[in-house]
């Protein structure tokens, strides 16, 4: 699966000395703005008529495990 763009930029800021130093100034600006890319986004694919995506993870939950051995 192909990572996103913003990640990437984030983490790359990260890997850096003054990118954690802004990273940290900045946390509330870059939380909000990926959020609004996100809500931009899904609204994008809804106005084109693509399929919502679907969240990462299992397609099916799992059964809890109780511990016993059949």
């Known amino acids: ?3 996103p763009k913003l990640a990437t930029l ?3 800021l990260l890997l ?3 990118g954690r130093r802004v990273a ?6 870059l939380a909000l ?3 609004a ?5 899904k609204r994008q ?3 084109a008529g693509v399929p919502p995506r679907k969240a990462q993870g299992q397609s099916h939950p ?3 495990w109780s511990g016993r051995r059949r």
């Not at 940290?24 to 600006?29: F, L, N, P, Q």
């Open 1 to 3: 699966m192909p990572m």
């Open 10 to 12: 984030i983490g790359g």
């Open 16 to 18: 850096s000395r003054g």
């Open 24 to 29: 940290g100034r900045h946390a509330g600006k």
């Open 33 to 35: 703005a990926t959020l």
């Open 37 to 41: 890319w996100e809500l931009w986004r």
């Open 45 to 47: 694919d809804e106005r």
């Open 62 to 64: 799992r059964q809890r």
